[in-house]
């Protein structure tokens, strides 16, 4: 009789790391369908607190939990094989970020994404940016400033080969490296933060970028650039604004486009998904389509910003 209870719990807790993978799969680092243990956590996770903040954070980023979701503290802690505390302490933090928000009469849910969030990420991003490329314009030195057109010169490798991952990378890598060449720390936590932001956003609505804008964005990376070695600042200014509000209307126009297509009958949440995925060994491109049907095609899409 024991050793039949010691089985059945045994298989009962090979369910729940089971049912943990598919709630947080890219937390598993071991064996798939195994979330690690408090004492597995890597160099990141001093604290129980500190895994359960990350570990609940990348999945919201990531969309894993979905943008709505009902957040119910001890199924978390069970999924996470840490007490309640550290899970409560976790979502006070991410209530701190705005991830997460309460819900009269549901409780504790992950943050909803609305097309308004697009505005807001894309107007707090332009004014910070301005800000940041000014002062790398007025304090960067010569090799600094290579180091920028290093990074323009690497995606504009990656357009041709249609390398939109790799490109959309190194993208995120030349603003945030202006806001490190900015030289104030808190300017670049402030905009690590925003991108971050913006990249749960991004998944929700779009699945990637939209690869029509590459080619433009390119362009408008070598006029910043191009003004902050001559240190112009009027130009600069009006390219990182522009830069930024093309973005937007971009992004808004494909919102709007699939928006006026009949609702798809799929209960995915998101509206957008991907079809069809080519690969050609590590290149990777992304079509995108209406969920009701192969015919009705978004414009095309790529992963990242």
Known sequence: MEKSARKAAARARARSRIAIYHI?????????????????????????????????????????????????????????????????????????????????????????????????????????????SRLVAERANPRELESLAALVADMDREVPAKRYAQWAALNTRFHLTISTLAGLPMLREMTERVLARWDRVRRYFFSGVLVHRVKRAQQEHRTILAAMRDCDLPTLETAVRQHNRRALESYMNFLKSSKERPEPAATDRCRIRVALRLQRGREVEMRVCDPRGPDNHFPQLADAR
């Not at 990141?44 to 980023?61: N, P, S, V």
């Not at 979701?69 to 840490?82: F, P, S, T």
């Not at 309640?84 to 994404?113: C, K, W």
């Open 24 to 132: 947080f799969p890219t937390a598993a680092r071991y064996t798939v369908g195994t979330m690690p243990l408090a004492g597995e956590r890597d160099a990141r996770h001093r604290t129980k607190q500190e895994f359960a903040y990350q570990t609940l954070r990348d999945a919201i980023m990531r969309c894993e939990l979905r943008p709505g979701e009902r957040l119910v503290i001890d199924d978390l802690a069970r999924r996470l094989q840490v007490s309640t505390i550290p899970v409560r302490e976790a979502i006070q933090m991410l209530q701190s970020e705005g991830l997460v928000v309460t819900v009269p009469h549901t409780g504790v849910t992950v943050a909803p994404v609305s097309p308004e969030s697009v505005q807001d990420v894309f107007a707090v991003l332009e004014g910070l940016e301005v800000v940041a």
